[in-house]
Nanobody, 123 residues
Framework: QVQLVESGGGLVEAGGSLRLSCAAS????????VGWFRQAPGKEREFLAA????????YYADSVKGRFTISRDNAKNTVVLQMNSLKPEDTAVYYC????????????????WGQGTQVTVSS
């Protein structure tokens, strides 16, 4: 069983930055691809970014490409989502997820999910 805990959310003004972290409880974290998703009230879950087991491959949704960067440190069992140039429409609960898969935007490819962290961007 893999437990994932997100942190780093909060309130930020439009144009600002936040750094989200996803910490895993398992020592074999490096066998999992990790993805970031978000869900705003009344909207479907949206894929943002994914990173391969080694960190060598990344995959981004067009909506965040160039603004968000995903990275990982397997020695620390952590994946980070750096978010820049934030917009009010980025307001949502952000989730990290882990799965035995290639980097993909399909939520059903990820077996383990964190509880989420709230990001609010004010205009």
């Amino acid at each position: 069983q893999v437990q994932l805990v997100e942190s780093g959310g909060g309130l930020v003004e439009a144009g600002g930055s936040l750094r989200l972290s996803c910490a895993a409880s398992i020592r074999t974290f490096n066998i999992y691809t990790v993805g970031w998703f978000r869900q705003a009230p009344g909207k479907e879950r949206e894929f943002l970014a994914a990173i391969s087991r080694s960190g060598g491959d990344t995959y981004y949704a067009d909506s965040v490409k160039g603004r968000f960067t995903i990275s990982r440190d397997n020695a620390k069992n952590t994946v980070v989502l750096q978010m820049n140039s934030l917009k009010p429409e980025d307001t949502a609960v952000y989730y990290c997820a882990a799965g035995i898969t290639i980097p993909t935007g399909r939520h059903y490819d990820y077996r383990y999910w964190g509880q989420g962290t709230q990001v609010t961007v004010s205009s």
